[in-house]
């Protein structure tokens, strides 16, 4: 059976095992309102404005799961509050533990779809990949995701639940330090919810208080959208990985599509960086491919000038793909090329690699976990 098959199977499978969130459709799902959404509420419910700030700052700061828990309204208040309203949290999620720290979560989403985000622990480090789409838009070929199709946009409070889930587990000593939209989907193909969810997560007064220097947007190349993104002042980086138009569009083609080579450079030229910022070029390397001595070369010329630094990422092998990963020595070569030309160049751990949560391996499980080794998994909530 082919790679394509297998992955819209396993999905299936684990789809079908993740149970839905219960909420009668009469109820609103307090989590999918917005700010201005939650004030209409309170007004209708002839509540003083300050309520509103008080119900987000439980959603998002307490991460509270009934309305019972607001315990600064009356019992009164919480009654007629719970007739009209829920709080949608999924009261289920799989963990995959990889040995080397990395933990991959798989969150129920109330259509039974699953959205997998990945905690990836180093040194001082605790770093959040979260997903925008369950699958994605775009069909770059070395890509797990990409080879799923696009199931659909989450919304803003999908996207943000991946986050409080991600709290929910932590151990007390622990606490996230850096979030990036790098998981499954483009970001930058659905905007106005990453946007919103952004809000969310940084706002001071009631939400989640992340500064928006300790988050990173990660787009295939979407460049007449990189400028909506500005405005949130989160970091933004780009995965380039091809150094020709042809060789972008034999790889990444529904980015090609949307904006060529040449377009996505001069859009990062143009894009308007805040002081002490730079932009972030990511470069798959496959093996043979676009890992050459002449890539490299064609690399540093491309970004000359640019306020930026590459992160190199050794691909990471999936059952179905024809690409290789490059020996070390290569990555090493192809690293100090960039680096000569006066470029800040690094290159990606591989991360939760045996939990299939590295970077391009998510959109199915571990043929291992699929077959029923269910060892693996904890279950909690
Ligand atoms: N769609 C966005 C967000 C996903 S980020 C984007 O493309 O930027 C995922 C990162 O992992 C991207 O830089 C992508 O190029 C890279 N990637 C995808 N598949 C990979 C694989 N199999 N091995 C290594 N990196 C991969």
Redesign the pocket.
């Known amino acids: 059976m082919n790679g394509r098959l297998l992955v819209p199977i396993f999905y299936a499978v684990l789809g079908y095992r993740m149970p839905r969130v219960a909420s009668s459709p009469n109820q609103i799902n307090l989590l999918s309102l917005t700010e201005d959404g939650l004030a209409s509420l309170v007004k209708d419910l002839n509540w003083p404005a300050y309520r509103s700030i008080q119900i987000l700052r439980w959603l998002y700061q307490r991460r509270v799961r009934s309305v019972d828990e607001m315990t600064n309204l009356s019992v009164e208040d919480r009654k007629r509050l719970a007739a009209r309203a829920v709080i949608g949290r999924p009261d289920h999620c799989r963990i995959l533990r990889a040995s080397d720290g990395t933990a991959k979560l798989l969150v129920a989403l109330n259509d039974g779809l699953t959205v997998e985000t990945v905690l990836i622990p180093d040194d001082e480090r605790l770093t959040l990949c979260v997903s925008t789409q369950v699958g ?1 838009t ?1 069909d ?1 070929n ?3 995701t990409g080879t799923m199709g696009l199931r659909r946009n989450l919304k803003a409070y999908e996207i943000v639940e991946q986050v409080l889930t991600a709290q929910d587990h932590l151990r007390k000593d622990e606490r996230i330090t850096n979030l990036v939209f ?1 998981g499954m ?3 930058l193909a659905n905007v106005n919810e990453l946007s919103d969810a952004v809000r969310r997560l940084t706002n001071k007064t009631w939400g989640l208080t992340w500064s928006a220097r300790r988050i990173t947007v ?3 190349g979407l460049a007449s959208r990189m400028r909506d993104i500005a405005p949130l002042g989160v970091n933004l ?1 780009i ?1 380039l ?1 091809a150094t020709t138009e042809a060789q972008r569009d034999s790889l990444m083609p529904g980015a090609q599509r949307i904006s060529s080579l040449k377009a996505l450079l001069a859009a990062c030229r143009r894009y308007p960086l805040p002081p002490g910022r730079r932009l972030t070029f ?1 470069y ?1 390397l496959l093996a043979g491919v676009n890992d050459q001595e002449n890539d490299a070369r064609r690399l540093a010329q491309l970004l000359r000038g640019m306020t930026c630094k590459v992160n190199l ?1 050794p ?2 092998e ?1 059952q179905s793909s024809p690409y290789r990963r490059p020996s070390d020595v290569s990555v090493l070569a192809f690293q100090s090329i960039i680096r000569r030309a006066g470029i800040d160049a690094f290159i990606r751990k591989s991360r939760g690699r045996e939990v299939l949560g590295a ?3 998510l959109g199915t499980l571990p043929a291992s976990v699929a077959e029923g080794a269910l060892t693996q998994i904890e279950s909690h909530c």
Do not use: W, Y
Request: charged content about 10%; hydrophobic content about 40%.
């Open positions: 994605c775009l770059c070395f890509c797990l790098m989907g483009e970001p990660s787009t295939a980086a995965s990985n990511e798959v990422i691909f990471n999936f970077c391009g391996q």
